[in-house]
T-cell receptor, first 111, second 114 residues
C-alpha cells in the first residue's frame, strides 16, 4: 500500500469541526484514499473514500489535494461519540480488499 | 450496526490448542476478510475469501486457515496456538472487485492464549 502518515493524536472541542490530516505522497494515479475509524472495543467502521474529487456523505467530508499527496477528513460538528482512532488507508490497486492499517490518529473530542 | 456477527465474543485457550472463530456476513456480501488486532496496534490482514476460495493472504503462517461456506459465512481456524496469538480477531464483509475495500466489520472475537 502507499505509505500513509498521520499524527498520533488530536483533540477537538465538542461541536467544532475536526480536521484529520493524512499524507500519502507515494500514492499512484489509480489508488483511492479510504478512511475508517475504530471506537474503543468495537470493530473498525468505514467512513468514506475518494480518488481525486472531494467527497461528502452523512458522516464526513474528504478533501484531497490536487496533487493527491495528502488528504483531510473533516467531521463538521464533532460529538463525544466521534472519539476514536481514525485510519487513513491507501490500498494497492491490484490487491482489492487487503486493507493495511497503520497506527492512525487518536481523536479525543472534549466537552 | 453493520449486520456482521462474530462468535464467540470472548475465548480463552491454552498454548498448543486449536480454535475456530465464526463470522456471518452482511446480507448480500460474498467476500469475507479476516484481521488480527494485537493490543494497541492497528488490525493486520490475515486473508480474504471470495466464492469459497482464498483470495489473498497476509504475512501469517499456514496454521492460520479459513473456510467460506455457500451462504458466505466464514470460519477462521488457528492450530497450535501460541501466546502471541492473543488478540482481537475481526472479520469484515464486502462486495468483490472494486468495492472490496469498503468493508463492514463485526465486533470481533477476543482470544486469550495462556
Amino acid at each position: 500500500d502507499a505509505k500513509t502518515t498521520q499524527p498520533p493524536s488530536m483533540d477537538c472541542a465538542e461541536g467544532r469541526a475536526a480536521n484529520l490530516p493524512c499524507n500519502h505522497s507515494t500514492i499512484s494515479g489509480n489508488e483511492y484514499v479510504y478512511w475508517y475509524r475504530q471506537i474503543h472495543s468495537q470493530g473498525p467502521q468505514y467512513i468514506i473514500h475518494g480518488l481525486k474529487n472531494n467527497e461528502t456523505n452523512e458522516m464526513a467530508s474528504l478533501i484531497i489535494t490536487e496533487d493527491r499527496k495528502s488528504s483531510t477528513l473533516i467531521l463538521p460538528h464533532a460529538t463525544l461519540r466521534d472519539t476514536a482512532v481514525y485510519y487513513c488507508i491507501v490500498p494497492l490497486y491490484n490487491q482489492g480488499g487487503k486493507l493495511i492499517f497503520g497506527q492512525g490518529t487518536e481523536l479525543s473530542v472534549k466537552p | 450496526e453493520t449486520g456482521v456477527t462474530q462468535s464467540p465474543t470472548h475465548l480463552i485457550k491454552t498454548r498448543g490448542q486449536q480454535v475456530t472463530l465464526r463470522c456471518s456476513s452482511q446480507s448480500g456480501h460474498n467476500t469475507v476478510s479476516w484481521y488480527q488486532q494485537a493490543l494497541g496496534q492497528g488490525p493486520q490482514f490475515i486473508f480474504q475469501y471470495y466464492r469459497e476460495e482464498e483470495n489473498g493472504r497476509g504475512n501469517f503462517p499456514p496454521r492460520f486457515s479459513g473456510l467460506q461456506f455457500p451462504n458466505y459465512s466464514s470460519e477462521l481456524n488457528v492450530n497450535a496456538l501460541e501466546l502471541d496469538d492473543s488478540a482481537l480477531y475481526l472479520c469484515a464483509s464486502s462486495l468483490p472487485g472494486g468495492l472490496a475495500n469498503e468493508q463492514y466489520f463485526g465486533p470481533g472475537t477476543r482470544l486469550t492464549v495462556t
